[in-house]
T-cell receptor, first 112, second 113 residues
């Protein structure tokens, strides 16, 4: 079945350094990939999602590229900010399965 | 903006008791979902529904029932609450197709003693 793997449970960075959070997936069908962000005591919210036409989605300085050859959708940002500290989830859905599955999440902690 | 509300926002229940968590959406979305959140496990799908009066099992349905009496409302029922069901529960809704984003409610913190 469909699955999403986020290998890092916790990533700690110094402000200003680049961010990369890993996401790999398994899907029988051509999937849609999402990144959700959850700040402390809040609900998860969509950060960005993959496009069907290979455009690279970007939002709030974050971007991700869907690489079908390596089944990956890593989240990147050139310079981390203190306000980026949050829990980040990678999620997957496809035309055969309309209930998105989430990875275990990666907690990003940005220090001054 | 899309709106999903949950009630109660927190609850303490006794082992063996019945618990009902409610979710209401005003988005006119067909799909609704229940997830539980646990540290180290992320968001795990319990039940979901794509039409009123019908529910589907997710990945971890054991010990939970779901009810979708209308397009707007989706409940999660724990008939016999257990300690292992202590978690934060999130409801979400989305439009019909899988490419659409999910809108989450604020969550319900359930503690079973």
């Amino acid at each position: 079945g469909d699955s999403v793997t986020q290998t890092e449970g916790l990533v700690t960075l110094t402000e200003g350094l680049p961010v990369m959070l890993n996401c790999t997936y398994q899907s029988t069908y051509s999937p849609f990939l999402f990144w959700y962000v959850q700040h402390l005591n809040e609900a998860p919210k969509l950060l960005l999602k993959s496009f069907t036409d290979n455009k690279r989605p970007e939002h709030q300085g974050f971007h991700a590229t869907l690489h079908k050859s390596s089944s990956s959708f890593h989240l990147q940002k050139s310079s981390a900010q203190l306000s980026d500290s949050a829990l980040y989830y990678c999620a997957l859905s496809d035309w055969n399965n309309n209930a998105p599955r989430f990875g275990a999440g990666t907690k990003l902690s940005v220090k001054p | 903006e899309a709106a999903v509300t949950q009630s109660p926002r927190s609850k303490v229940a006794v082992t063996g008791g019945k618990v009902t968590l409610s979710c209401h959406q005003t988005n006119n979305h067909d799909y609704m979902y229940w997830y539980r959140q646990d540290t180290g496990h992320g968001l795990r799908l319990i039940h979901y529904s794509y039409v009123a009066d019908s529910t589907e099992k997710g990945d971890i349905p054991d010990g939970y029932k779901a009810s979708r009496p209308s397009q707007e409302n989706f409940s999660l029922i724990l008939e016999l609450a257990s300690l292992s069901q202590t978690a934060v529960y999130f409801c979400a809704s989305s439009e019909t197709e899988s490419s659409y984003e999910q809108y989450f409610g604020p969550g319900t913190r359930l503690t079973v003693l």
